[in-house]
């Protein structure tokens, strides 16, 4: 499209509501009766952005629209950038890295990144790290741990907005990452934290703390591993509430009984969640705060009341 784009508000209305079109539809069409087509870069900035603000609801939709027209990408591009982004393949990660490498603020928009792209080697070393550097507002990330020691080993920690963290891998280099220049920072202000890929974990190395640290979630079968952060008080002070998912494969032989035989566990702040077969971490965490919590709960509750297990067993939903 040219420079002068005709902005159609018919269509828009159908883009912004798609289950609530056929109510908008006779509203619409008197609008366009009244107003018919008109140039849109002629409205005023403000309610050019509101426009297009509502349009990039999705990120396909902000794709769409840096693809419309020079000014309309103009006005879109910081404005309308999606808050969260998944990169969970290599042509969006790449795409995105070739979006930044041009217009390193759009980066500075994004407030939960998804981060897992199967690159190749020679691209990792250089999209990722470049995609971090510049989202240094971003609130949520999920990633591998190698991509946190990029953030806590370089000259400058700027990631002082993270505060909740996925991380998926079997194995995590407490000692590595702690160690890093701002390691010890930046695990101090981490207040959610979950665990996934593995059924035991090693416990971060004594002398370190996660001070703010308020919600933590891992998957595991055994109480040895869960023991290692409900149990300690000094690297997790402020833990209020621990939320273990048991894996499909192992719920049939492990359920809910190897935390509830034990007399230790039986803590306020833990909760069992019994991941189904179609289990998705990503759809976990797009679905935000405390959804894996709500869940385990219900389930720990309905559990121990039908073993009649008395309190402080039975957790309390917040």
Not at 22 to 50: M, Y
Not at 222 to 251: C, G, K, M, Q
Not at 268 to 279: E, F, I, S, T
């Amino acid at each position: 499209m040219s420079d002068n784009t005709i902005f159609n508000f018919h269509g828009l209305a159908r883009a912004l509501a798609d289950q609530d079109f056929e109510v908008l539809r006779g509203r619409w069409q008197d609008s366009l009766a009244r107003v018919g087509r008109f140039r849109f870069t002629n409205l005023p900035v403000e309610i050019a952005l509101a426009i297009l603000k509502l349009a990039a609801t999705k990120s396909s939709t902000y794709s769409t629209l840096m693809r419309t027209s020079r000014d309309v990408a103009a006005l879109a591009r910081v404005e309308c950038v999606p808050k969260v982004l998944i990169l969970s393949n290599p042509h969006a990660a790449v795409s995105f890295y070739g979006c930044i490498s041009v217009h390193p603020e759009v980066g500075a928009g994004i407030k939960q990144l998804w981060l897992f792209p199967a690159l190749a080697t020679n691209q990792t070393a250089s999209v990722c790290p470049a995609i971090l550097k510049a989202c240094i507002n971003v609130e949520r990330l999920a990633c591998v741990p190698d991509r946190l020691f990029e953030i806590c080993s370089g000259t400058e920690f700027r990631h002082t907005s993270l505060v909740d963290v996925t991380l998926v891998d079997p194995i995590v280099p407490w000692e590595r990452l702690f160690a890093s220049r701002h390691g010890a920072a930046f695990f101090n202000q981490i207040q959610e934290l979950r665990l996934v890929g593995g059924t035991q974990h090693t416990a971060p190395p004594l002398g370190r703390s996660f001070r703010n640290l308020t919600d933590l979630t891992l998957s595991s079968t055994t109480t040895a591993s869960v023991r290692n952060y409900i149990l300690d008080h000094v690297r997790f002070p402020n833990l209020e509430r621990l939320t273990v998912t048991v894996p499909y494969t192992a719920w049939r032989t492990v359920g809910m009984s190897f935390l509830m035989s034990d007399p230790e566990l039986a803590d306020y702040r833990l909760c069992v969640v019994h991941c189904p077969k179609k289990w998705k971490e990503l759809d976990v965490w797009k679905d935000v705060k405390y959804t894996i919590w709500n869940l385990g709960a219900t389930e720990w509750n309905a559990c121990a009341t039908s073993n009649n297990v008395t309190a402080p067993a039975l957790r309390q939903l917040k």
